[in-house]
Protein backbone atom coordinates (compact mmCIF):
# COMPACT_ATOMS: atom_id res chain seq x y z
CA UNK A 1 0.00 0.00 0.00
CA UNK A 2 1.12 2.97 -0.86
CA UNK A 3 2.16 5.58 2.01
CA UNK A 4 -0.40 8.38 2.85
CA UNK A 5 2.47 11.29 1.59
CA UNK A 6 3.66 9.65 -1.44
CA UNK A 7 -0.48 8.96 -2.09
CA UNK A 8 -0.89 12.55 -1.25
CA UNK A 9 1.94 13.82 -4.19
CA UNK A 10 0.32 11.57 -6.53
CA UNK A 11 -2.95 12.89 -5.80
CA UNK A 12 -2.13 16.61 -6.15
CA UNK A 13 0.46 15.23 -9.40
CA UNK A 14 -2.95 13.86 -11.06
CA UNK A 15 -4.87 16.52 -10.63
CA UNK A 16 -2.59 19.37 -11.69
CA UNK A 17 -1.23 17.81 -14.74
CA UNK A 18 -4.67 17.14 -16.17
CA UNK A 19 -6.40 20.28 -15.21
CA UNK A 20 -3.81 23.38 -15.60
CA UNK A 21 -5.76 24.41 -18.47
CA UNK A 22 -8.96 24.50 -15.94
CA UNK A 23 -7.62 27.87 -14.36
CA UNK A 24 -7.67 29.71 -17.62
CA UNK A 25 -11.09 28.41 -18.60
CA UNK A 26 -12.10 28.87 -14.61
CA UNK A 27 -10.84 33.24 -15.75
CA UNK A 28 -13.04 33.03 -18.77
CA UNK A 29 -16.12 32.04 -16.28
CA UNK A 30 -15.35 34.15 -13.39
CA UNK A 31 -15.00 37.32 -16.01
CA UNK A 32 -18.35 36.50 -17.78
CA UNK A 33 -21.01 38.62 -15.82
CA UNK A 34 -23.53 36.25 -16.60
CA UNK A 35 -22.01 33.82 -14.43
CA UNK A 36 -22.49 34.56 -10.64
CA UNK A 37 -19.68 32.65 -8.65
CA UNK A 38 -21.34 29.92 -6.84
CA UNK A 39 -22.65 28.87 -10.19
CA UNK A 40 -19.05 28.69 -11.18
CA UNK A 41 -17.83 27.05 -8.24
CA UNK A 42 -20.96 24.79 -8.33
CA UNK A 43 -20.33 23.62 -12.16
CA UNK A 44 -16.35 22.61 -11.46
CA UNK A 45 -17.03 20.93 -8.50
CA UNK A 46 -20.06 19.13 -10.47
CA UNK A 47 -18.04 18.49 -13.49
CA UNK A 48 -14.22 17.30 -11.57
CA UNK A 49 -16.53 14.87 -9.36
CA UNK A 50 -18.43 13.37 -12.53
CA UNK A 51 -14.60 12.67 -14.08
CA UNK A 52 -13.38 11.03 -10.62
CA UNK A 53 -16.39 9.07 -10.32
CA UNK A 54 -16.41 8.03 -14.45
CA UNK A 55 -12.96 6.84 -13.82
CA UNK A 56 -13.31 5.32 -11.13
CA UNK A 57 -16.24 2.98 -11.92
CA UNK A 58 -14.59 2.43 -14.94
CA UNK A 59 -11.69 1.21 -13.49
CA UNK A 60 -13.03 -0.72 -10.82
CA UNK A 61 -15.50 -2.55 -13.03
CA UNK A 62 -12.67 -2.69 -15.90
CA UNK A 63 -15.08 -0.82 -18.48
CA UNK A 64 -13.03 0.93 -21.43
CA UNK A 65 -14.47 3.77 -22.72
CA UNK A 66 -13.44 4.68 -26.33
CA UNK A 67 -11.87 7.81 -26.22
CA UNK A 68 -13.02 9.30 -29.47
CA UNK A 69 -16.78 8.80 -28.23
CA UNK A 70 -15.94 10.74 -25.26
CA UNK A 71 -14.49 13.11 -26.65
CA UNK A 72 -17.38 13.65 -28.64
CA UNK A 73 -18.17 16.22 -25.51
CA UNK A 74 -15.71 18.51 -27.04
CA UNK A 75 -18.83 20.23 -28.85
CA UNK A 76 -20.07 21.31 -25.93
CA UNK A 77 -17.74 24.05 -25.48
CA UNK A 78 -18.22 24.44 -29.24
CA UNK A 79 -21.69 25.40 -29.10
CA UNK A 80 -21.51 27.57 -25.26
CA UNK A 81 -18.93 29.69 -26.67
CA UNK A 82 -20.53 30.24 -30.05
CA UNK A 83 -23.43 31.66 -28.10
CA UNK A 84 -21.56 33.84 -25.24
CA UNK A 85 -19.58 35.22 -28.83
CA UNK A 86 -23.12 35.54 -29.91
CA UNK A 87 -23.79 37.32 -26.95
CA UNK A 88 -20.91 39.77 -26.19
CA UNK A 89 -22.02 41.88 -29.19
CA UNK A 90 -24.80 42.94 -27.14
CA UNK A 91 -24.80 45.83 -25.02
CA UNK A 92 -23.34 45.57 -21.71
CA UNK A 93 -26.55 47.12 -19.79
CA UNK A 94 -28.91 44.40 -21.74
CA UNK A 95 -26.36 41.49 -20.51
CA UNK A 96 -26.30 42.92 -16.42
CA UNK A 97 -30.39 42.98 -17.06
CA UNK A 98 -30.32 39.68 -18.06
CA UNK A 99 -28.58 38.59 -15.37
CA UNK A 100 -30.43 40.36 -13.16
CA UNK A 101 -33.44 38.95 -14.17
CA UNK A 102 -32.34 35.39 -14.94
CA UNK A 103 -34.61 32.77 -13.08
CA UNK A 104 -33.33 29.71 -11.02
CA UNK A 105 -33.98 27.31 -13.59
CA UNK A 106 -31.68 29.50 -16.29
CA UNK A 107 -29.47 29.76 -12.80
CA UNK A 108 -29.12 25.58 -13.26
CA UNK A 109 -28.28 25.88 -16.78
CA UNK A 110 -25.48 28.00 -15.90
CA UNK A 111 -23.92 25.45 -13.36
CA UNK A 112 -24.74 22.73 -16.05
CA UNK A 113 -22.80 24.31 -18.92
CA UNK A 114 -19.65 25.19 -16.44
CA UNK A 115 -20.09 21.44 -15.69
CA UNK A 116 -20.62 20.12 -18.57
CA UNK A 117 -17.29 22.25 -20.34
CA UNK A 118 -15.26 20.77 -17.23
CA UNK A 119 -16.12 17.41 -18.14
CA UNK A 120 -15.26 18.20 -21.76
CA UNK A 121 -12.24 19.61 -20.94
CA UNK A 122 -11.30 16.86 -19.04
CA UNK A 123 -12.74 13.82 -21.19
CA UNK A 124 -8.77 12.59 -21.88
CA UNK A 125 -8.33 13.01 -18.10
CA UNK A 126 -10.34 9.71 -17.51
CA UNK A 127 -7.10 8.14 -19.66
CA UNK A 128 -4.76 9.32 -17.19
CA UNK A 129 -7.22 8.43 -14.06
CA UNK A 130 -8.42 5.14 -14.74
CA UNK A 131 -5.18 2.71 -15.00
CA UNK A 132 -4.09 4.84 -11.63
CA UNK A 133 -7.20 4.25 -9.77
CA UNK A 134 -7.39 0.49 -10.92
CA UNK A 135 -4.30 -0.27 -8.71
CA UNK A 136 -5.92 1.95 -5.67
CA UNK A 137 -7.90 0.58 -2.37
CA UNK A 138 -11.58 2.37 -1.88
CA UNK A 139 -9.61 4.05 1.14
CA UNK A 140 -6.72 5.18 -1.22
CA UNK A 141 -9.33 6.28 -3.43
CA UNK A 142 -11.09 8.27 -0.78
CA UNK A 143 -8.37 9.85 -0.07
CA UNK A 144 -7.32 10.84 -3.92
CA UNK A 145 -11.34 12.46 -3.63
CA UNK A 146 -10.34 14.63 -0.75
CA UNK A 147 -7.78 15.84 -2.37
CA UNK A 148 -9.49 16.52 -5.64
CA UNK A 149 -11.97 18.65 -4.14
CA UNK A 150 -9.45 20.80 -2.30
CA UNK A 151 -7.45 21.02 -5.27
CA UNK A 152 -10.82 22.41 -7.51
CA UNK A 153 -11.64 24.26 -4.70
CA UNK A 154 -8.02 26.07 -5.10
CA UNK A 155 -8.26 26.18 -8.55
CA UNK A 156 -11.61 28.56 -8.57
CA UNK A 157 -10.16 30.90 -5.69
CA UNK A 158 -7.11 31.00 -7.84
CA UNK A 159 -9.29 32.25 -10.85
CA UNK A 160 -11.67 34.12 -9.02
CA UNK A 161 -8.91 36.34 -7.13
CA UNK A 162 -7.25 37.36 -10.48
CA UNK A 163 -10.45 38.16 -11.82
CA UNK A 164 -10.95 40.63 -8.45
CA UNK A 165 -7.33 41.18 -8.37
CA UNK A 166 -7.17 45.00 -7.67
CA UNK A 167 -4.30 45.44 -10.47
CA UNK A 168 -5.09 42.68 -12.66
CA UNK A 169 -9.23 42.84 -12.44
CA UNK A 170 -10.04 45.63 -14.50
CA UNK A 171 -7.76 43.80 -17.99
CA UNK A 172 -8.71 40.02 -16.94
CA UNK A 173 -12.82 40.98 -16.99
CA UNK A 174 -12.40 43.03 -19.94
CA UNK A 175 -10.24 40.66 -21.81
CA UNK A 176 -11.24 37.79 -19.99
CA UNK A 177 -14.76 38.25 -21.15
CA UNK A 178 -14.01 39.07 -24.62
CA UNK A 179 -11.54 36.39 -24.92
CA UNK A 180 -14.07 33.41 -23.07
CA UNK A 181 -15.91 32.65 -25.96
CA UNK A 182 -12.74 32.08 -28.55
CA UNK A 183 -10.94 29.82 -25.97
CA UNK A 184 -13.77 27.64 -25.27
CA UNK A 185 -14.87 27.28 -29.70
CA UNK A 186 -10.83 26.68 -29.94
CA UNK A 187 -11.20 24.29 -26.49
CA UNK A 188 -13.66 22.70 -28.26
CA UNK A 189 -12.05 21.65 -31.11
CA UNK A 190 -8.99 20.25 -29.70
CA UNK A 191 -10.51 18.18 -27.53
CA UNK A 192 -12.28 16.59 -31.16
CA UNK A 193 -8.97 16.27 -32.39
CA UNK A 194 -6.82 15.09 -29.39
CA UNK A 195 -9.63 12.68 -28.72
CA UNK A 196 -9.59 11.45 -32.54
CA UNK A 197 -13.71 12.10 -32.64
CA UNK A 198 -13.59 13.86 -35.77
CA UNK A 199 -13.26 10.65 -37.26
CA UNK A 200 -16.98 9.43 -35.73
CA UNK A 201 -18.68 12.35 -36.55
CA UNK A 202 -17.76 12.11 -40.11
CA UNK A 203 -19.15 8.84 -40.34
CA UNK A 204 -22.66 10.26 -40.12
Known sequence: MTSFFALLGIAIL???STNVDDIFVLVGFFADRTYHPYEIVAGQFTGIASLFAISAVASLLSIV???PYIGLLGTVPILIGSIKLWTSLQKKDAQ????????DSLRHGNIASVALVTIANGADNIAVYMPSFAIRSKAE????ALVFA???T???YFANALVNHPILAAPTRKY???????????LGFLILYQAGSFGLLLRH
Open 176 to 186: GRRISPVVLIC
Open 96 to 103: EEFLDSQP
Open 141 to 144: LAVI
Open 150 to 152: MMT
Open 154 to 156: LWC
Open 65 to 67: IPL
Open 14 to 16: LFV
